[in-house]
């Protein structure tokens, strides 16, 4: 019979320990031990009563030391210590933090909870008085104290995970500015990085400054005025800091005790959650568990697993001998009207294990809608399936605006139950309009994750499909024409699906075909046409609209760069002027609407293209639609065609976007309607003389303010080629076409009076007695004031030049790309 138990912590996993072990044992004496003033809270919601959203400071309590008493007859004593452990003679020692007094206490079984605490680096100015950490009801009261007194206007977060996301979303509800600082190139560690991408977007476009990639040097003042100086020498001015770096467990009283840690300091337990001495058990954020879908050791700090193991632990107190079976890190968060959820392992896990994309697993991408399309309201998810070549569901991302938080349990629990893709495709789920689809999000899951792994669909991800060899390959767009106006892949060839049959000869059956449409689904259409034809076919999963997302740096991205330019926070007198008159013109109701939900694509773009026929200059049209891209890809629309992207705004299960036909009824000057100030040349030739006057010229434009693109084609690639020999495979007529041609700027003879090279070293020599600069230093200097400098991929692979022979800082593109820079601007030249 169990006599004595202390618990050591409260909250998640030492409170749900408490009240099962009373439940299942009416006589034992049960003594809770927290060293802070409170033994269970909310941790989860400390950001949103922060924010405003939570109004009452007492609902962050789940459970007082009185209300425990009185319904468990547990001795809860708070602000009390448990400083050190002796499992020889089975006693711990306490310190009340009240009075100073140490005391004894024995046990007969001893459960650890000692939870994480925030790290906190020696980073030189980390302890000023604004700088905080967020992770117990004292750093809230603290925190939310400086706000409400203080004038806090722009709030940098650093550390882009569970909390610093919601401490983002939350400052910005106050209505600060809010940078976000993150050392890696993603926030959000449980979502890959093409996932994590349309969270930075969201992120973004609501007007958040996101620091990717970039560490915090220093805290420094200045001008009474608080700086967060990064890694890369930008200096944030910040009035209020808020570090949520990551956390560490609370292992040094096992540790002095004498117990197994881990590495990271991590309590070691065995399957029935038992440390290292049979009277010690350990639940929650310190301890080391297994991952439940590869089997290896790992940390996982949430708190529906530390409940569960609380629970076990009372169970295995009193003898029922249960296996806490391992943590498959399910969880969720919102992102401002994003919700994003993951469950079992991501890529990067599986990577690290030593696991390779289509030798071990593979990869599904779907973006079905959250119930009927036809039901209003339907709107787009993202799910990520990965599953190993068996079919067996290794994990799961999920990014969506409604259903999220269904599907992922729906998935987390099959992969608990060692499901496969096919059992993923045979779920028999609940459906009405309102809620489902007759096939559920996760049944598309499924059914794509089984075409690919039964070979009826070959794939190409977002991060392949630039990288495949362009000679031997084909990339086919197979969306409608007027969905070219939103953007495309460079050098694709526009075939529509309904046209495929008909054109399919336009094609080359010796090389590979890369298809892509928006969203995937007639790119798989198109492929099994091709496949069925004797083509070689691969289908981009996630399609266009994934791949754009994925490939923007949205750290150089403000909300109006993504959306919209005439926000609030973003906007400048002309733009808030136009929506004053917009809004005035929808409060009188002479708007024109326009219902696009529930449309795929291209329906939305094609219902705006139609409708503008049948109006009037100057008319308003207001459009809903439940496609998340939709904003950003009827604003592309408008500055293609001429007219005037006004505004967005979400509402609760719709978009809505108004554009204007023209801009009659607006007195502003919209920047579509009038050539750009940009300057483009076609370089040609690749002699010394015209590469130098391209490039003052190009300086000179830009140092006026011009735009200037300078796109290299045949000869005049050898100007951008490097100096030293670089290592690529070439065929022997490449190789011998590399040998003839000069290799970089010191190697280029004059159009002129060349005589074998001297008079090249003649004009060199002038320009130094000169102090004319260099061709090396005019290029320099025209990227370092903006010149965008384009080798021509067509071109290079004529004369056999690999990406890699040419300088640093360029960019490749191909005719389309350079056309499409000319249509804006007033001057081009060719050399």
Request: some cysteine; proline content about 3%.
């Amino acid at each position: 019979m169990i006599n004595k138990v202390l618990i050591v912590g409260g909250v998640a996993g030492g409170a749900s320990t408490a009240a099962r072990l009373r439940r299942v044992n009416e006589d034992a004496q049960i003594i809770m031990f927290e060293r802070g003033k409170y033994i269970s809270f909310a941790n989860c919601g400390l950001p949103y009563y922060i924010g405003g959203t939570i109004e009452q400071r007492d609902a962050l309590f789940l459970q007082t030391p009185e209300a425990m008493k009185a319904r468990f007859n547990i001795d809860v004593r708070v602000q009390n210590e448990v400083v050190s452990i002796n499992k020889e003679e089975k006693y711990v020692e306490v310190k009340d933090l009240k009075t100073g007094e140490i005391y004894k206490e024995t046990y007969d079984n001893l459960v650890l909870s000692p939870g994480s605490t925030p790290i906190k680096p020696p980073i030189p100015g980390i302890d000023k008085d604004n700088i905080f950490s967020l992770w117990n009801i004292p750093d809230t009261d603290a925190i939310k104290a400086f706000l409400d007194r203080r004038s806090v206007k722009k709030v940098t977060v650093i550390g882009g995970g569970f909390i610093g996301i919601e401490m983002a979303e939350n400052m910005y509800d106050r209505g600060l500015e809010v940078n976000l600082v993150e050392m890696a190139d993603q926030v959000m560690a449980p979502v890959d990085y093409d996932m994590a991408q349309l969270i930075h977007g969201h992120m973004a476009q609501k007007g958040i400054k996101l620091f990717l990639n970039n560490g915090v040097s220093s805290f420094e003042d200045k001008d009474d005025k608080t700086y967060v100086k990064l890694q890369d020498g930008t200096m944030l001015e910040s009035d209020m800091v808020i570090l949520s770096i990551g956390i560490r467990p609370n292992g040094e009283l096992a540790k002095n005790a004498g117990l197994e840690t881990n590495k990271r300091g991590g309590i070691v337990v065995d399957e029935y959650l038992k440390t290292s001495d049979d009277s010690i058990y350990a639940v929650g954020d310190a301890i080391e568990v297994v991952d439940y879908v590869n089997g290896s050791k790992t940390m996982i700090p949430l708190a529906g697993p530390a409940n569960k193991q609380g629970r076990i632990v009372a169970n295995n107190i009193v003898g029922k001998q249960e296996k806490y079976k391992g943590t498959m890190g399910t969880s969720v968060v919102k992102v401002f009207d994003l919700t994003v959820a993951a469950t079992g392992n991501n890529e990067k896990t599986l990577n690290r294990l030593g696991k390779k994309y289509q030798e071990d697993y593979k990869i599904s991408l779907v973006q079905p809608k959250s119930h009927a399309g036809y039901y209003p309201g339907a709107i787009p998810m993202t799910i990520k399936l990965m599953f190993d070549i068996k079919g067996k569901i290794l994990g799961a991302e999920i990014i969506g605006y409604e259903g999220v938080d269904k599907r992922i349990d729906v998935i987390a629990t099959l992969i608990k139950m060692g499901g496969t893709i096919y059992d993923l495709k045979e779920l028999e789920l609940a459906y009405a309009p309102p809620y489902s689809s007759a096939k559920d999000p996760v049944n598309m899951a499924g059914f794509s994750a089984e075409n690919i792994l039964n070979g009826d669909m070959e794939v190409v991800l977002w991060d392949e499909i630039d990288k495949e060899d362009k000679q031997n390959s084909i990339i086919l767009d197979v969306r409608d024409d007027i969905e070219l106006e939103l953007g495309y892949i460079e050098g694709a060839k526009n075939i529509p699906v309904n046209s495929l049959r008909d054109r399919i000869d336009e094609l080359d059956k010796n090389k590979e075909i890369l298809v892509y449409c928006a969203i995937g689904i007639r790119g798989y259409i198109a492929s099994r046409i091709l496949t069925q034809k004797g083509y070689r076919a691969k289908n981009l999963i996630g399609g266009y609209n994934f791949y754009k997302c994925v490939v923007k740096d949205y750290t150089k991205m403000t909300g109006s760069d993504i959306d919209c330019d005439c926000c609030e926070e973003n906007a400048d007198e002309d733009s808030k002027k136009k929506v004053e008159l917009i809004d005035s013109a929808i409060n009188q109701g002479i708007t024109i609407k326009l219902n696009a939900c529930g449309l795929q694509c291209p329906g939305p773009i094609m219902q705006v293209n139609n409708k503008m026929k049948e109006i009037n200059t100057g008319d308003i049209l207001e459009i809903s639609a439940t496609d998340p891209g939709f904003p950003v890809d009827v604003e592309a629309w408008c500055k293609k065609t001429g007219n005037s992207f006004i505004k967005t705004e979400k509402r609760e299960k719709e978009f809505v976007v108004w554009i204007g036909k023209g801009n009659e009824n607006v007195e502003i000057k919209e920047k579509s309607a009038v050539a750009a100030d940009k300057s483009t040349m076609v370089v040609f030739s690749g002699e010394l003389d015209k590469a130098l006057a391209s490039f003052i010229i190009a300086n000179g434009a830009a140092s006026m303010g011009k735009e200037v693109s300078m796109f290299f084609t045949f000869w005049g690639l050898n100007i951008l080629r490097k100096e030293q020999k670089v290592k690529v495979k070439k065929s022997v007529i490449e190789k011998m076409f590399g040998f003839m041609m000069p290799k970089g700027t010191k190697k280029l003879k004059l159009s002129k009076m060349n005589m074998a090279g001297m008079g090249s070293a003649m004009m060199k020599k002038v320009m130094r007695d000169k102090n004319v600069n260099s061709l090396e230093d005019l290029i320099k200097s025209a990227m370092d004031n903006g010149v965008k400098i384009v080798a021509c991929t067509m071109s290079m692979d004529v004369m056999g030049i690999k990406k890699e022979e040419l300088i640093d800082g360029i960019e490749l593109g191909g005719v389309a790309s350079y056309l499409g820079d000319t249509d804006d601007a007033n001057h081009n030249l060719f050399i």
